[in-house]
T-cell receptor
Framework: QQQVKQSPQSLIVQKGGIPIINCAYE??????FPWYQQFPGKGPALLIA?????SEKKEGRFTISFNKSAKQFSLHIMDSQPGDSATYFC???????????FGTGTRLLVSP | DAGVIQSPRHEVTEMGQEVTLRCKPI?????LFWYRQTMMRGLELLIY????????DSGMPEDRFSAKMPNASFSTLKIQPSEPRDSAVYFC???????????FGSGTRLTVV
């Protein structure tokens, strides 16, 4: 119940495409869902986050879609660029607990 | 702010040796996390502290691993004795109770030969 399942494991899109990364969770008590971006040789960095009281959140070219009934959330990258090539992690946590449960990661390659 | 500072960036050691990884969290953050990242297992939470107190160490793989946080600005992760299977990138992260977002350090790449 503490797991967050992430797919796909890897993804290749052309520049300008819209990669979509999906995550699913079981624990309905989770109420904070961040996405992290990691470049080679660096630590993960917070990209965008959502709480279950909204169904969508946009920050620049990055959008989180949240489906509370399905217990799923996804990351969309609009007009993807080669600089977006990185590993993306979804995560979830419980109110009052700062322990994040991470997905297994998606390696994204955006070809020029 | 300099962010979360980890040292060393790279460590190569022989099997059986003691290894100590260090972390300085962001000032004002009251939670600190140690993660291990490998290709096979992804990001694994080893232990986390809140206000310098260990809250959850269930991810520490075995007694060879220990972590301390003697004050709000410093934490160590020690492996004694080290084994080749401990080879991984170890990340430290910190956060505040106000904002659940973590800030990760750049990691320590540990190689045990």
């Amino acid at each position: 119940q503490q797991q967050v399942k992430q797919s796909p494991q890897s993804l290749i899109v052309q520049k300008g495409g819209i990669p979509i990364i999906n995550c699913a969770y079981e624990n309905t008590a989770f109420d904070y869902f961040p996405w992290y971006q990691q470049f080679p040789g660096k630590g993960p960095a917070l990209l965008i986050a959502i709480r279950p009281d909204v169904s969508e959140k946009k920050e620049g070219r990055f959008t989180i879609s949240f489906n509370k009934s399905a217990k799923q959330f996804s990351l969309h990258i609009m007009d993807s660029q080669p600089g977006d090539s990185a590993t993306y992690f979804c995560a979830a946590s419980l109110t009052g607990f700062q322990k994040l449960v991470f997905g297994t990661g998606t390696r994204l390659l955006v070809s020029p | 702010d300099a962010g979360v500072i980890q040292s060393p960036r790279h460590e190569v050691t022989e099997m059986g040796q003691e290894v100590t990884l260090r972390c300085k969290p962001i000032s004002g953050h009251n939670s600190l996390f140690w993660y291990r990242q490998t290709m096979m297992r992804g990001l694994e939470l080893l232990i986390y502290f809140n206000n310098n107190v260990p809250i959850d160490d269930s991810g520490m793989p075995e007694d060879r691993f220990s972590a301390k946080m003697p004050n709000a600005s410093f934490s160590t992760l020690k492996i004694q004795p080290s084994e080749p299977r401990d080879s991984a990138v170890y990340f430290c992260a910190s956060s505040s109770t106000v904002n659940y977002g973590y800030t990760f350090g750049s990691g320590t790449r540990l190689t045990v030969v």
